[in-house]
């Protein structure tokens, strides 16, 4: 059969439980103020953001698409890429053209052939095209 305390332990217990309760109840205060301030904070920087021009990504600072280089899921013109090559080139070279360094192969590889197929490119040997004249 289970003790029972003669209400010293006991009391002392739920003293216990109830300043916990009381400071459980003051932190979550606190947790709401600092999540209030912290949204009015990003909403300074939104604006902010959007007078400056600048756009927040996951965290980091990016460039908005109105200046700087277009970014790696951006669409890309292919044939003024083409026209940036020089008339012998390894798909290398194409990647080196601003804009395309973050490019995965096989959007690189893709490209290549859609101008071998319209007859923009002819390939010279394995790696290597050649723009057509």
Not at 106 to 121: L, P
């Amino acid at each position: 059969m289970p003790r029972r305390s003669s209400g010293g332990a006991g009391s002392a217990f739920g003293q216990l439980q109830q300043q916990a309760r009381a400071v459980l109840v003051t932190l979550r205060k606190e947790i709401r103020a600092k999540e209030a301030e912290l949204k009015r904070l990003k909403e300074d920087e939104a604006r902010l953001g959007a007078v400056t021009g600048s756009v927040q990504i996951a965290g980091r600072a990016a460039r908005s698409h109105s200046g700087g280089a277009p970014s790696a899921g951006g669409r890309i013109n292919w044939r003024d890429v083409l026209s940036q090559l020089p008339k012998q080139f390894k798909a290398s070279d194409v990647r080196s053209v601003r804009g395309l360094k973050d490019k995965r192969p096989s959007e690189i590889f893709a490209a290549v052939t859609r101008w071998i197929d319209a007859g923009m490119v002819k390939r010279k040997a394995r790696g290597i095209y050649e723009r057509a004249s």
